[in-house]
């Protein structure tokens, strides 16, 4: 076979696989949960063809989740999703090669996301919108659902602690007013750094050799700077002591917690990660640990990341290795 006759046959495998990853972004956007990782399939485009045809790719989609959303779907939500996915694409890719360091580009892009969402907030309440009660009629309508429900009229008793929470409209939609904006902000970050992770880990399968800068391992030797221990110790005392300094400042440690405790929590897992390379865990039995200790115990990496401040635990398990092997 000759150089010309493989060029055309080069040419269409990319085209297809620059369409399935069009087709990835477009079912991704679809759903709540596949929506966090949407931007994935447009970021190994732009780092494996380019970023012209990535983002031209990507535009295209979003002219076809338009049309579905007004067809299909009969809402907006879901091309929502994919300009702000589409968005978040751009911004990472645009982070990755130009080689800017990982966690520098988690921190401006969730920095930015989070102003964003707070600038909207600010203008959406200076123009009249009150979310406690957009809440609270989404509480209300919640609760004329569940009753609507067979299953409610069925099983009242396992409805009890849901039914108890809507039954006080008012009073739960501060609880939530307080709450959501703490994970939204938790889940920002996080999703931010999952896909670098992810990609970081792979990409070296399929992106351009240009872009080979970095590897998940600048992700994983992350450490806080020793000095954030003392705000932490401030916040924490303002949390458990919340009754006695009476007031919002409960509520403030809470903030002050959260938004320190993303990033340990980001340093907890690569000290897990780094236990699990040093003992050879790998495979399934890798996979289920992680998977396991993310979903039930994000406490327990955050306690880890924190602790590892004082202890550095990736350091001790490496000098008991050495001094096993000598």
């Not at 008012?170 to 931010?192: C, D, G, M, R």
């Not at 896909?195 to 399929?206: A, R």
Request: charged fraction near 15%; proline fraction near 3%; include cysteine.
């Amino acid at each position: 076979m000759n150089i010309e006759t493989k060029k055309p046959i080069q040419e269409q495998q990319s085209n297809m696989k620059l369409i399935m990853m069009g087709l990835m972004y477009f079912i991704f956007n679809c759903g709540i949960f596949t929506a966090l990782f949407a931007p994935v399939p447009l970021i190994v485009a732009s780092l494996s063809f380019g970023r012209s045809k990535a983002y031209t790719l990507g535009v295209f989609c979003l002219g076809c989740l338009f049309l579905a959303s007004m067809m299909i779907f009969q809402s907006y939500q879901v091309f929502s999703l994919g300009v702000f996915s589409y968005l978040m694409a751009i911004a990472i890719s645009e982070m990755m090669i130009r080689g800017i360091a990982p966690m520098k580009s988690i921190l401006i892009i969730g920095s930015s996301v989070c102003a964003f969402f707070a600038l909207t907030t600010f203008v959406s309440v200076n123009q009249g919108f009150s979310p406690a009660s957009y809440i609270e009629r989404s509480l209300t309508e919640t609760k004329k659902l569940i009753v609507e429900n067979k299953d409610y009229q069925k099983n009242k008793e396992n409805f009890k602690p849901v039914m108890e929470f809507l039954n006080a409209p008012k009073e739960s939609a501060q609880i939530v007013l307080k709450t959501v904006p703490l994970y939204a902000y938790a889940s920002i970050f996080l999703s931010i750094w999952g896909i670098f992770y992810f990609v970081l880990k792979t990409y070296h399968f399929y992106s351009q050799p240009k872009y080979l800068k970095y590897s998940e391992d600048a992700l994983k030797n992350f450490r806080m700077s020793d000095y954030f221990i003392f705000p932490v110790a401030v916040f924490l005392a303002m949390y458990v002591f919340s009754n006695d300094l009476g007031g919002n400042w409960g509520y403030i440690g809470q903030i002050g917690l959260f938004a320190f405790g993303v990033f340990y929590f980001m340093q907890g897992f690569g000290v897990l990660m780094a236990y699990l390379d040093n003992f050879k865990i790998v495979g399934f039995f890798r996979t289920f640990i992680v998977i396991t200790i993310f979903v039930l115990a994000p406490f327990f990496l955050c306690s880890l990341g924190l602790f590892d401040t004082w202890f550095d635990f990736r350091k001790k398990t490496k000098n008991k290795l050495s001094n096993k092997k000598l």
